[in-house]
């Protein structure tokens, strides 16, 4: 499925590759190369022409171990990359896909300033997020804790979701993660939230929006 590669407006350094309903973000390291959050299928074959221009690829994130299926083709058309996971999905992931997995803290040194990974407490897919710091906006790049209605044009949205079926699949103590999410939205409220499925969303009232979609899982469990 062809996709294509934006720059979203005053993110310099974080372009999106869409597939359908399925958004890769590629991150500019302190290297240079790109750092892709959830590899999709089939695109390495269609970008990478256009990601060589753009410095290359030099990490594979896998977000969770439900996030899989891109790594083996990226891994084999971007032969230096690095493949990387948190230590709880490492498992899974190795057995679905047969790559070898880094820890974190090696990409973490790779990471521009201003940009954190982030592991939710309470999940049982081993979720990484990215967080970062650009100018007046606090960014949550995630993979399915949240999303949005998908978009066909380059514009955000103005209200994040959550799938019906994340609870289930993806949340092992509900409680524990909807409390570390709250932790961390007293210490930075994000006002744009970049999901891996549907579109882009920014609001001044994304972080409470974000923690009554917690409040709401919370009732439903």
């Known amino acids: 499925m062809a ?3 934006s720059k979203l407006a005053r993110l310099e ?6 597939a359908g309903k399925l958004n890769c973000f590629a991150l500019r390291l302190q290297t240079g190369g790109l750092c892709l959050y959830s590899p999709i299928a089939g695109q390495e074959r269609v970008q990478r022409e256009a990601l060589e221009q753009l410095g290359g690829v030099s990490v594979l994130l896998a ?3 439900y996030h899989n299926k ?10 230096n990359a690095t493949v990387a996971c948190s230590a709880s999905a490492k498992p899974r992931l190795e057995k679905v896909t047969g790559l070898t997995y880094e820890p974190l803290q090696k990409l ?27 100018n007046s906006d606090t960014i949550w790049i995630v993979a399915d804790a949240f999303m949005s209605e998908s978009r066909s ?51 001044p009232h994304l ?13 439903s469990r």
């Open 3 to 5: 996709g294509n590669i």
């Open 13 to 18: 350094d974080i372009h999106i590759i869409r």
């Open 63 to 65: 977000p969770n171990h």
């Open 70 to 79: 891109g790594l083996a083709g990226h891994a084999e058309a971007f032969r």
């Open 108 to 134: 973490e040194t790779a990471l521009q300033k201003g940009h954190t990974l982030l592991e939710p407490q309470g999940l049982k897919t081993g979720e990484v997020w990215v967080e970062i710091q650009n």
């Open 153 to 203: 044009s380059d514009g955000f949205g103005d209200t994040p979701a959550r799938s019906g079926s994340f609870p289930r699949y993806g949340v092992d103590d509900a409680k524990l993660f909807a409390n570390w999410v709250e932790q961390r939205l007293a210490i930075a409220s994000p006002t744009i939230l970049l999901p891996c499925h549907g579109g882009p969303v920014k609001s």
């Open 207 to 219: 972080g409470p929006m974000l923690s009554t979609l917690n409040t709401k899982m919370l009732g």
